[in-house]
């Protein structure tokens, strides 16, 4: 059965990291595209990035440049994404998602996870 | 990337229909036929409706349709139900091989 599960909501304070976690099941994680969503309270949809679990190729929005690291780990078929220097501005549901190569459609998601950002 | 552009919101009476468009430059929407939408009811995750421009997935309504012109998609919702409630976001490949989300539109039924 596929399934995209997500770590708990998180708490950090200003100027700190927080790393999210988005457990597939082994054929999505061999098959699929992984992308990060996020959704700032009462706001919109925002891609963050993509990573490819089988090759670790990462391509990353421009806005999150040099504060977004998405990684995996293969035994655990399990992707990461990692936001550093938070701000306020960084208040937000975070969603995994995945994409058959080059279908350009995110067809399953995670359940989200909630990241306040306050001191 | 600037997010694409949607109505804010679009309302209509149940059986009506009503058009969402998603706006965008020949580097997204114009230059690619990879253009979806997504429903997100509220505290829900967003779900795939059309793919492609024009391509519905198994199990959502043919109620809903895509389509393009230029830099605008288009989605269409015909019937409207109570249960079309909720928000609307469009996307798009980009130019320089990211995606880009639309502002997102409240869908109101009447």
């Given at each position: 059965?596929e399934?995209?599960?997500?770590s708990?909501?998180?708490?950090?304070?200003p100027?700190a990291?927080?790393?999210?976690s988005?457990?597939?099941?082994?054929?999505?994680?061999?098959?699929?595209?992984?992308h990060?969503?996020?959704?700032?309270?009462?706001?919109?949809?925002?891609w963050m990035?993509?990573?490819?679990?089988?090759?670790?190729?990462?391509?990353?929005?421009?806005?999150?440049?040099?504060?977004l690291?998405?990684?995996?780990d293969?035994?655990?078929?399990?992707?990461?994404?990692?936001v550093?220097?938070?701000?306020?501005?960084?208040?937000?549901?975070?969603?995994?998602?995945r994409?058959?190569?080059a279908?350009?459609?995110?067809?399953?998601?995670g359940?989200?996870?909630?990241?306040?950002?306050?001191? | 990337?600037?997010?694409?552009?949607?109505?804010?919101?679009?309302?209509?009476?149940?059986?009506?229909?009503?058009?969402i468009?998603?706006?965008?430059?020949?580097?997204?929407?114009g230059?690619?036929?990879?253009?979806?939408?997504?429903?997100?009811?509220?505290?829900k995750?967003?779900?795939?409706m059309?793919?492609?421009v024009?391509?519905?997935p198994?199990?959502?309504?043919?109620?809903?349709?895509?389509?393009?012109?230029?830099?605008?998609?288009?989605?269409?919702?015909s019937?409207?139900q109570?249960?079309?409630?909720?928000?609307?976001?469009?996307?798009?490949?980009?130019s320089?091989?990211t995606?880009?989300?639309?502002?997102?539109?409240?869908?109101?039924?009447?």
């Amino acid at each position: 059965q596929e399934h995209l599960v997500q770590s708990g909501a998180e708490v950090k304070e200003p100027g700190a990291s927080v790393k999210v976690s988005c457990k597939a099941s082994p054929y999505t994680f061999t098959n699929y595209y992984i992308h990060w969503v996020r959704q700032a309270p009462g706001q919109g949809l925002e891609w963050m990035g993509t990573i490819r679990p089988t090759t670790s190729y990462t391509k990353y929005a421009q806005n999150f440049q040099g504060r977004l690291s998405m990684t995996r780990d293969t035994s655990t078929s399990t992707v990461y994404m990692d936001v550093s220097s938070l701000t306020s501005e960084d208040t937000a549901v975070y969603f995994c998602t995945r994409e058959c190569p080059a279908c350009a459609k995110f067809d399953f998601w995670g359940q989200g996870t909630l990241v306040t950002v306050s001191s | 990337q600037s997010a694409l552009t949607q109505p804010a919101s679009v309302s209509g009476s149940p059986g009506q229909s009503i058009t969402i468009s998603c706006t965008g430059s020949s580097s997204d929407v114009g230059g690619y036929n990879h253009v979806s939408w997504y429903q997100q009811h509220p505290d829900k995750a967003p779900k795939l409706m059309i793919y492609e421009v024009t391509n519905r997935p198994s199990g959502v309504s043919n109620r809903f349709s895509g389509s393009k012109s230029g830099n605008t998609a288009s989605l269409t919702i015909s019937g409207l139900q109570a249960e079309d409630e909720a928000d609307y976001y469009c996307t798009s490949f980009t130019s320089i091989h990211t995606y880009v989300f639309g502002t997102g539109t409240k869908v109101t039924v009447l």
